[in-house]
């Protein structure tokens, strides 16, 4: 495998950034990649496509990572403006597609002999990190923002990491962290984690092209949420793979979506520009894809640009009525930042972007069974003796 830079083509033997500025992604040759024998599955997860990964993914809870249900939503259909699949990522043992990366990632500081990972994140990625590491002989530390409130670290807390609150800027600590020496820093672009979430694309497309869902060969499009940029450059890299490998024709358009609060990739590309600018971030309920400085932005700008697809925004209110309808008319419980996804599609479709009959997969990125519950419930008591009447009114409305 070779450290290629997206934009320019050189290559590097270590680090995450070419000289130009671009970040570097893992180049492997898929010429000769076809699809793995038996069924795909939880049993196999992300080691599936270990001929397109730099290392095997260690045994334990990494194997638990990946195989995620892809799911056929009739139910969404009308909702979205088009046929819905949605590829279930709350499966994933800590509830998000991060632990993808992190097998990959943890695996390669462990086959590699270091005693230390890191990442700097408060949320999905550094809980997916601490679990990965916890799996392992090796120590985690986790960066997180000097004014975190203390009672949001508690889900990364029970696997045990090292936390340290560290004050200054936030948006540079991702850049510096990678050079602190003694711990692999395992950020949200790094190659070894963007090769392992690139496995979100290729279990779509082996679920499309083992007839799993039905009469189409390929998604027409496959909706991502976009945050730093990694996932997004992920899905790119393995739909190119796929397509070296003679296993995809064309590729399935990528749309990404963001919250209006904080779009920066939207912002660029609404205006034609090439590279994503730094902006500020204002408060919205998907606060973990808020990212006002993604580092793999202009990447993920260039992956929805080169399949045909765009990157979109969409207001917190689109957000919410898009995880209610994921609830009430599909029984799916995400976090806003998934959320965003279905409203994205909802969008497209209203501006003639997806068709009615376009097969699309909207990425459910995280679980929103860690968020407070946003509906209330304030059931009326009805005394025992009087259930059976109370119950009939109800089923003969
Ligand atoms: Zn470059």
Redesign the pocket.
């Known amino acids: 495998m070779t450290l290629t830079?997206y934009?320019?083509?050189?290559t590097a033997n270590e680090g995450a950034r070419?000289?130009?500025?671009?970040p570097l992604w893992l180049d492997v040759d898929a010429t000769d990649f076809s699809w793995p024998d038996g069924a795909p599955g939880p049993t196999t997860g992300v080691r599936r496509y270990a001929d397109l990964l730099p290392v095997e993914p260690l045994p334990g809870v990494a194997a638990a990572a990946g195989g995620t249900p892809l799911v056929r939503v009739p139910r969404l259909d009308e909702f979205a403006g088009c046929r819905c699949w949605l590829k279930d990522e709350s499966e994933n043992p800590t509830g998000s597609f991060k632990d993808r990366g992190s097998a990959v990632g943890v695996a390669a500081a462990v086959r590699a002999g270091d005693d230390w990972v890191g990442t700097v994140s408060h949320g999905n990625m550094a809980t997916s990190v601490a679990a990965h590491a916890a799996g392992t002989d090796a120590d985690c530390l986790v960066l997180v923002p000097d004014d975190i409130p203390p009672e949001r670290l508690g889900y990364v807390a029970q696997y045990d990491p090292e936390i340290v609150r560290v004050a200054g800027d936030y948006g540079r600590l991702y850049y510096d962290s990678l050079d602190l020496p003694g711990v692999r820093f395992l950020n949200s672009d790094t190659p070894h984690r963007v090769a392992g979430q690139k496995t979100t694309a290729l279990e779509i497309c082996e679920a499309f092209a083992r007839d799993l869902s039905g009469e189409d060969e390929a998604p027409d499009a496959v909706v991502l949420p976009v945050s730093s940029g990694g996932h997004a450059s992920a899905a790119w890299k393995g739909l190119r793979e796929l397509r070296a490998a003679g296993l995809l024709d064309e590729l399935p358009r990528l749309y990404l979506v963001q919250a209006a609060a904080c779009d920066p990739i939207a912002a660029a590309y609404r205006v034609g520009d090439d590279e994503v600018e730094t902006t500020t971030a204002k408060e919205t309920v998907a606060y973990s894809i808020a990212n006002p400085d993604p580092p793999s932005g202009t990447r993920a700008l260039a992956a929805a640009r080169a399949t045909g697809g765009a990157v979109v925004s969409v207001s917190d209110d689109e957000i919410l009525a898009a995880k209610r309808a994921l609830a009430r008319r599909a029984g799916f419980c995400v976090e806003p930042a998934s959320a965003t996804t279905l409203a994205g599609v909802r969008q497209l479709s209203a501006a003639g972007e997806l068709a009615a009959d376009d097969a699309v997969v909207a990425v459910a990125t995280g679980t929103g069974f860690r968020e407070s519950p946003t509906a209330t419930a304030r059931p009326e008591t009805v005394e025992l003796a009087d259930l059976d009447g109370h119950v009939r009114s109800l089923v003969d409305g």
Do not use: K, L, N, V
């Open positions: 830079c934009r320019c083509g050189r070419c000289d130009c500025g671009g």
